[in-house]
């Protein structure tokens, strides 16, 4: 059987919706293919089930401080573990449900179900059918990343694929890799009751290179649950356990969640037919502004990209890459500010431009520890830090990261002040409510204006004349 079409678009997870809707809105003639289960990965296994375990992790742990507030019987609450899950999987299939019942339900024919590869350029194959198309979007996702040595342990090793599928919890479990995946799902795993301990051949976690930030974040984990760096983690069989050795470090447990990143779903799709350049990892050379890659009428979006792994990341690239599917020359499109939020407690989060991508001889850093913070202090969690980063000339806000109750809420309001170019001054002039967290942000706006070599007034800085 063969098939003509203006476009094909291979994959049905966010990035690919999102390049749907364009296509479609451009009334263009299009298929949608998809091997493997639907209804996104943020909805299955990623962003979604991820917060409803954490939110219930949250609650428990909320009795640790219950009897400062003079609250009792915080002792005795404990949680069901099947039910918990159970909790996690009914919010999970709504979303997903939801999903589904706005996107691939009732397709018809411009849905096909199957794994795609390239037979030439322009040219699919699905199954025993041919899909001649005009443009392609490759919008095909990951998956986590498991070490081919580690395969051998079955189900010992768990994944942010299974782990929502298991009927309860293991009473301990190693942690390997502290990225976001990791440290969200250790921390919530940790407040449950499993016995956990947290593994990375990196000297950081969260992917951060800001070492005060760093540090903080580090210590604030470690408060959790042991945390081992800078040793590749090494796994042998104990018995019906596993022991999970890096360094000098060594503890056996039930299960190992592997949390070291996730791989590209290219390798099924023969891309060496596709027409298009590879870089070092054999992905697609392409333009980001445009989705394009290079001068073929191949685009691609959402996490294959290996570059902006966030939803709202992947909505705008498959927008960017249907838009430009559907015509026939490509339009560039700017990009957001990029910011990336891990929901552990406090909130760990990174802001426009990296600490370790600045000049430091251009750059004054203004920062904003928690002690001293009036509401983080009611809350009970006034720990962790905020460093911003300015540029020394302009008082330009270039980047920022937090390791801060509430972070996720400030990190949107800097993402949108550095979109903006707003300066130091612009932004203290802004009001700020007590008590709240944003005045932790405030104080680091004042820490840094203390050492910007702007122009001097006797007129109070947070204050602005009429004219």
Known sequence: M????????????TA?????????????????????ELGTTCARVG?????ALIQVAHDLHRREIFEREGIEGGAGLSVNLPDALEHVRDLRDILVDRVLANSTDQMGETFIDGYARFVDPGILQVGQEIIYAKSIVIATGTRPLVPDEWVDF?????TSDTIFEMEDLPQSIAVVGLGIIGLEIGQALSHLGVSVTGVDQLETIAGLNDPRASQSAIELMARTFPVWLGHQARLTSEGSQIRVSAGEHSVVVDKVLAAMGRRSNIDWLSIENAGVDLNEAGLPVFDPNTMQCGESRVFIAGDITASNPVLHEAT????????NAARQDSTAFKRKTPFAITFTSPNICTIGAAFSSLDPGTIEIGEMRLGPVGRALIMGMNRGIIRIYVDKSTGILKGATLVAARGENLAHLLAWCIDEQMTVLQLLR????????????QGALRDVLSRLDLQKTDVPPELEVLT
Do not use: W
């Open 47 to 51: 962003c979604m089930p991820s917060k």
């Open 316 to 323: 705008d690239e498959g927008r960017i890459a249907g838009y």
């Open 430 to 441: 802004k009001p700020f409510y007590h008590p709240t967290m944003e005045e932790a942000l």
């Open 154 to 158: 079955g189900e010992h090793i768990i």
């Open 16 to 36: 690919g919706l999102s390049a749907m809707s364009q296509v479609r809105q451009a009334k263009k003639d299009f298929v949608l293919i998809n091997g493997g």
């Open 2 to 13: 063969e098939r003509n079409v203006d476009v094909a678009i291979i994959g049905a997870g």
